[in-house]
């Protein structure tokens, strides 16, 4: 069935280092891949998210790459500080013809960042 | 204002009882979801509306039952809980265009 793996599961870095975190989804149809930033008690939040048609995508610090071909995508987020601290969520997603997008989730990377 | 807006925050309650969870989204979105989070926070779709019609129904308990009573609203009726019920259920939207989902706060569900 459709899968999508998230690694690491946790990843503590110091302010200022960067981070990365790594997808990998099984579904070659999938064409749209947002990110989902999770604060304590609160409901994820979409932070950045890529199409299909699009190798790269960046906002301020925090940019998303995708490989198509070896159906992996990643996010970046660079310069890191404390608040961005939380769980992060990769997903993908496609629609059928007739029907809505269906989240297939990661399984989370708690970010710690260390001041 | 909240774009998508679900009550209560926390429901505490019984096994065997029924609960309601309700949903609101003002953003004039299209689709409508259901998500549970379980304990190891993994989220995992558990239905999705479409303008009042259900589109997606994963493997769920046929004790779950949504409802939709127009395209801003998407309720989520459980009878009969048990203890495996206990977890954060999301409410999200999105407009079918973007694909982009939005998530409201969470009702943290506890069966007892």
């Known amino acids: 069935g459709e899968n999508v793996e998230q690694h690491p599961s946790t990843l503590s870095v110091q302010e200022g280092d960067s981070a990365v975190i790594k997808c990998t989804y099984s579904?070659?149809?999938?064409?749209?891949f947002p990110w989902y930033k999770q604060e304590l008690g609160k409901g994820p939040q979409l932070i950045i998210d890529i199409r299909s048609n699009v190798g790269e995508k960046k906002d301020q610090r925090i940019a998303v790459t995708l490989n198509k071909t070896a159906k992996h995508f990643s996010l970046h987020i660079t310069e890191t500080q404390p608040e961005d601290s939380a769980v992060y969520f990769c997903?993908?997603?496609?629609?059928?013809?007739?029907?809505?997008?269906?989240?297939?989730f990661g399984t989370g990377t708690r970010l710690k960042v260390l001041a | 204002d909240t774009a998508v807006s679900q009550t209560p925050k926390y429901l505490v309650t019984q096994m065997g009882n029924d609960k309601s969870i309700k949903c609101e989204q003002n953003?004039?979105?299209?689709?409508m979801y259901w998500y549970k989070q379980d304990s190891k926070k993994f989220l995992k779709i558990m239905f999705s509306y479409n303008n009042k019609e259900l589109i997606i129904n994963e493997t769920v308990p046929n004790r779950f039952s949504p409802k939709s009573p127009d395209k801003a609203h998407l309720n989520l009726h459980i009878n009969s809980l048990e203890l495996g019920d206990s977890a954060v259920y999301f409410c999200?939207?999105?407009?079918?265009?973007?694909?982009?989902?939005?998530f409201g706060a969470g009702t943290r569900l506890s069966v007892l």
């Open positions: 953003l004039g979105h299209d689709t």
């Open positions: 997903a993908a997603s496609r629609k059928p013809a007739s029907g809505t997008y269906k989240y297939i």
């Open positions: 999200a939207s999105s407009q079918d265009r973007t694909a982009r989902g939005y």
């Open positions: 579904d070659s149809a999938s064409n749209y």
